[in-house]
């Protein structure tokens, strides 16, 4: 028996009303903010991942599906959706657009990860970018849509946890500070961190070993290393949030898993969770990533929230969702003759724009009437051998329980006034 890859899951259709009602809601929200989409290929040239997310990161290092195509090319299925937005950005000179340029995707995601509730190794993310502009007006309002889209959606009880992780200007000093901290406490740090000390200071801070965590408590905070312009920055950007009405807690340890971030971080937790693998949505600013994969040096800020964890939350918290649509009316037949003015019904009923179903197969009509019920349809249409000779059919409103004959000819103005 085949199964789905580990780590991957069939969305069935009883599955599909929270998806469609999350995709909606987000769609909606870009609307709302004037946001454009885009569709960018599921797979791209490794190198602009390595690049972004940066070599010492767990995405690159361990979670990337990475193969070489048969022309010898090294690609790897999106692990993110950043990146890829950005390339678009360069590629097609989006540059010389009224700038900032504001774009949203939906894709899927893919990560080579240890598969538990909330995380998979192909998840579908929904993601919003503000390409061009430095203003921390802009960091407010991605993180405004993304907490109105959770407000939208009926999601209660999350938390925004904020920080600032600075820019190149004043990272260094904050780096050796953290360095020196982490250095006398080498001896309790997991075989990681002692790595991540070597090579990527910042990370130290994402560790999940309880150890390590409880060491960071104490460790340098990065906004007490912050530049003028990065500490104004974040100074604007909390009096935005205040003037929104957004509430935050500031985060030390919040550094996110990628590298290209400068300045502004935030996740969004649903009440009660800490960690980075319960976060429902994050992201933040990357001023220098659109100039690492080849185009002008450009200011940006995004976020991206997994779809999965939407509705594991929806689910959670008996968020009830919009019903996916049922059909308007089925069509019960008996006999030769009736199947045929039904075939014809049924496809009269769509060209006006009315959802129809009939279950062929010439079951009994007792089991027709059971799956119509069984269907959640508004009505039944019934065509006997009687109907049949005298021109008409037994129109059924399912919720009233009551019937009339009405004229085969006048079913549809019938069925379109309803
Ligand atoms: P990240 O780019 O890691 O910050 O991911 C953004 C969001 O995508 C997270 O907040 C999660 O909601 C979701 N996400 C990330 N990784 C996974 C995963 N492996 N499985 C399911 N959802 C994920």
């Not at 950005?89 to 990860?113: D, N, S, W």
């Not at 959770?150 to 260094?172: F, H, Q, W």
Request: proline share 5%; hydrophobic share 35%.
């Amino acid at each position: 028996m085949y199964r789905a890859p580990r780590g991957t899951s069939d969305i069935l259709p009883h599955e599909q009303g929270y998806w469609s009602f999350v995709k909606k809601k987000a769609s909606d929200i870009c609307e709302l903010y004037v946001y454009q989409r885009i569709d960018t290929p599921v797979f791209e040239d490794a190198r602009l991942f390595v690049r972004s997310i940066g070599e010492e990161t767990d995405i690159v290092e361990k979670e990337m599906y990475s193969f070489e195509d048969k022309g010898g090319d090294l690609i790897t299925l999106r692990p993110e959706g950043t990146a890829p937005v950005c390339r678009a950005y360069v590629e097609h000179g989006m540059q010389t657009l009224p700038q900032p340029v504001k774009l949203y995707y939906m894709a899927a995601i893919f990560r080579y990860e240890r598969p538990q509730a909330g995380r998979y190794r192909q998840h579908h993310q929904f993601g919003a970018e503000a390409i061009g502009d430095s203003d921390p007006a802009l960091d407010a309002e991605i993180i405004d849509m993304a907490w109105r889209l959770y407000i939208n959606l009926g999601l209660k009880e999350l938390t925004l946890n904020l920080n600032s992780i600075g820019c190149n200007a004043c990272r260094p000093a904050y780096l050796d500070s953290l360095k020196s901290y982490y250095s006398r406490h080498k001896e309790s740090l997991c075989a990681d961190c002692r790595r991540r000390l070597l090579k990527n200071t910042l990370r130290l801070l994402d560790c999940k070993n309880p150890t390590c965590l409880s060491i960071s408590e104490q460790a340098p905070r990065s906004i007490d290393f912050l530049c003028q312009e990065c500490a104004e920055h974040f100074d604007k950007l909390t009096g935005y949030l205040k003037l929104l009405g957004i509430p935050f807690s500031l985060s030390h340890r919040l550094v996110r898993g990628l590298d290209y971030y400068t300045k502004t971080v935030f996740e969004i937790t649903p009440e009660g969770e800490t960690g980075a693998q319960v976060a429902i949505g994050g992201g933040g600013r990357y001023d220098n990533l659109i100039e690492q994969l080849g185009g002008k040096p450009t200011p940006a800020v995004g976020f991206a929230t997994g779809i999965e964890r939407i509705v594991l939350n929806l689910k959670k918290q008996q968020v009830a969702v919009t019903d996916t649509p049922t059909p308007s009316v089925f069509i019960a037949y008996l006999g030769n003759e009736a199947k045929k003015k039904a075939i014809e019904l049924i496809s009269q009923l769509r060209n006006a724009g009315i959802s129809a179903v009939g279950t062929f197969g010439d079951r009994s009509l007792k089991s027709q009437l059971k799956q119509a019920d069984a269907s959640k349809v508004r009505y039944t249409l019934i065509i006997g051998e009687d109907e049949v000779k005298s021109k008409t059919a037994v129109l059924r409103n399912m919720a009233k329980g009551e019937q009339q004959t009405i004229p085969i000819d006048r079913v549809i103005t019938s069925l379109s006034k309803h």
